[in-house]
């Protein structure tokens, strides 16, 4: 790395004190290089003299092979300690390096220079910088206010913009079918399309029938006057039940019912003889 081309002796200009000089070089190092404190001396001067005011144009990171390199305009300060050294000049409109490819470009203060910030598009590709219609609040939700994709304050999660889904994966959100829901009162579709509405029955009422269990027993016939164990799921010995005789071998009555956790036990006045069927009704309380 070295400097190829140092001119300070610019036409026109020698033998007289006209400031600042017009220098040039040419140099293969690189820009930081060039601007480290020192960098200019006796030695890569060739004894050329440096002014304080000096103005130098030059071609750095040049490649001799390809001829191409970076043009740059610097002024010259000095230290005691380090020497003359060189300074980027920037115009108050040029941009501050470095910068990064794809970033968005902002103004470095109020002098109208421009730098790079960091900040760069989530999507390269697009065509679109999405701008705030106005001033958002803090734990609302956003919603597009324009076809052009501007966004604005939706209000409150759940009661403007947004709702929460069970699924997302489903294509349609239900909606109420009007107003005039009753607390308690059980929720029924009102359309094809999944519009929701209050179906009027009382959930409680539901609950009810669904604790209520009728059938009609197999032949329990032939085990004596009893009592006899009859199975019945979902029955427990809180649950309230209700047996009468559809038909028996013997004329008999049904003297106890007692519920059990598996069902219920049923005594007979005398024996039912070889057959005997019960029709019963459980009441199952709720757990």
């Not at 400031?19 to 293969?28: A, K, L, N, Q």
């Not at 002024?75 to 005691?80: G, L, N």
């Not at 929701?196 to 609950?207: R, T």
């Not at 209700?242 to 106890?256: C, F, G, L, Q, R």
Request: charged share 10%; net charge negative.
């Amino acid at each position: 790395m070295a400097i190829l081309s140092l001119n300070t002796n610019v036409t026109g200009l020698v033998g007289q004190q006209i400031e600042p000089r017009r220098c040039t070089m040419v140099t293969t190092d690189s820009l930081a290089t060039i601007t480290t404190a020192g960098f200019l001396n006796n030695e890569n001067t060739s004894g050329n003299p440096i002014l304080p005011t000096d103005v130098f144009e030059i071609i750095y990171d040049f490649n001799e092979q390809t001829k191409v390199g970076t043009l740059g305009f610097f002024q010259v300060t000095y230290s005691a300690v380090t020497g003359y050294s060189l300074n980027a000049w920037e115009n108050p409109g040029n941009v501050l390096l470095p910068v990064v490819s794809g970033d968005f470009a902002v103004f470095n203060g109020t002098s109208g220079q421009i730098k790079d910030a960091g900040y760069s598009a989530t999507n390269a590709a697009k065509t679109k910088v999405v701008m705030l219609n106005a001033a958002p609040t803090i734990n609302h939700v956003a919603i597009f206010t324009a076809a052009d994709g501007t966004i604005g304050d939706g209000g409150v999660l759940g009661t403007a913009a947004a709702k929460a889904a069970s699924n997302n994966a489903l294509s349609t959100l239900a909606s109420t079918a009007g107003s005039g829901f009753t607390i308690g009162h059980l929720v029924t579709a009102a359309d094809t399309a999944g519009s929701l509405s209050d179906s009027g029955i009382v959930a409680s009422s539901l609950q009810v029938a669904a604790n209520l269990k009728a059938a009609r027993t197999a032949d329990i016939g032939g085990g004596g006057a009893g009592p006899i164990s009859v199975v019945v799921a979902g029955l427990t010995a809180a649950s309230i039940i209700n047996a009468n005789i559809n038909t028996s071998s013997n004329a008999v009555s049904v003297a106890k019912v007692t519920a059990t956790a598996t069902g219920f036990d049923i005594l007979f006045s005398a024996d039912p003889g070889a057959s005997c069927l019960v029709d019963y009704q459980a009441f199952v309380a709720p757990q």
